[in-house]
């Protein structure tokens, strides 16, 4: 298991999110700035009231947020679980970034998710992925579901405005999820994120069993058709095929001994970018 090494997360934001997120804003400023001002114009400033209630019950809100999550799940810690616990401090340290808190988390979803509440930064971990990270013997695997995760949280991604208009706008979403691949990449390797996009695909007891050149082989015909993208249209992530994809090296690079430089999108250009963007209004 290879140290990960010391990178700059901006560097691997995929191609086009800042227009995505240019677009998203103003969707988020016509969908709630103005209507707060024409609900409040509507009402004669009667509807502030309940407004400004809800500003101050947030505060509230988010000490019982997390109070439930710290209540409802397992902190990970030097003494609970300290490889997580180390694996975390490591890649925090790559992307210089305090550790945020982990917690384990029971689902029977092979995944995990950064959440921000308030000012804390947590990574919530489905207690599937990290079973099946052990029993696979798989370190690195689980070693880049969390660089994943810390990356929503170095981009940026986690803020109280910018999540929602990730949320509201789902092609800066999608846009968001390949960069934090290719942050995680960077970190652990293309190998380790082709394996555990492989295992949200189709879960720990099938994975042993897995034809590896042809997933190559569909992940590839997935990519290059031409539907792939109206076929994420509706979508918050891309579709895992496409971003199995993006994990496998290119034949030019068969020889290239440092396997995380290739995580970069600039190293390999986004093959949508000439399409129009069906999702921009």
């Known amino acids: 298991m290879a140290k990960a ?8 934001i995929e191609p086009g999110t800042g227009f995505q997120q240019t677009i ?16 409040t114009v509507a009402t004669f400033g009667i509807a502030l009231i309940p407004i400004i209630i809800g500003l101050i019950m947030y505060f509230y809100r988010v000490r019982i947020a997390l109070a439930q999550l ?7 810690s030097s003494k609970q679980f300290p490889e997580i ?16 808190d982990v917690y384990i988390m029971e689902s029977a979803q092979q995944n995990a998710f950064a959440a921000k509440i308030g000012a804390k930064k947590n990574v919530v971990l489905f207690d599937s992925i990290v079973n099946a990270a052990i029993q696979l013997n798989k370190p690195d695997l689980l070693r880049f579901i969390i660089g994943h995760e810390l990356a929503h949280h170095a981009l940026g991604h986690t803020g109280l405005i910018r999540s929602q208009v990730s949320m509201i706008y789902k092609p800066l979403s ?11 990449a960077a970190l652990v390797g ?6 555990a996009l492989t295992l949200l ?14 997933l190559d082989r569909q992940a ?8 792939t993208k109206k076929a994420e249209k509706q979508m918050h992530y891309p579709l895992l095929l496409r971003r199995i994809a993006r994990m496998i090296p290119d034949e030019d690079d068969a020889y290239e001994e440092e396997r995380p430089s290739k995580a970069k999108p600039k190293s390999k250009p986004n093959r949508y970018d000439d399409e129009e963007d069906d999702d921009a209004r």
């Open 220 to 227: 590839l015909a997935v990519e290059e058709d031409r539907y």
């Open 5 to 12: 090494r010391q990178i700059d997360p901006r560097d691997y």
């Open 70 to 76: 710290r209540g409802s799940a397992l902190k990970v």
């Open 201 to 214: 695909l189709i879960g720990p007891h099938l994975f042993p069993k897995l034809n590896v050149a042809a």
């Open 190 to 195: 293309e190998q380790a994120g082709k394996e």
């Open 24 to 39: 998203g804003y103003i969707l988020f400023f016509l969908s709630s700035v103005l209507g707060l001002i024409v609900i």
């Open 85 to 100: 616990h180390e694996y975390v401090a490591e890649l925090a340290d790559a992307i210089d970034m305090d550790p945020p």
């Open 174 to 184: 999608r846009s968001d999820e390949l960069s934090c691949d290719a942050v995680a």
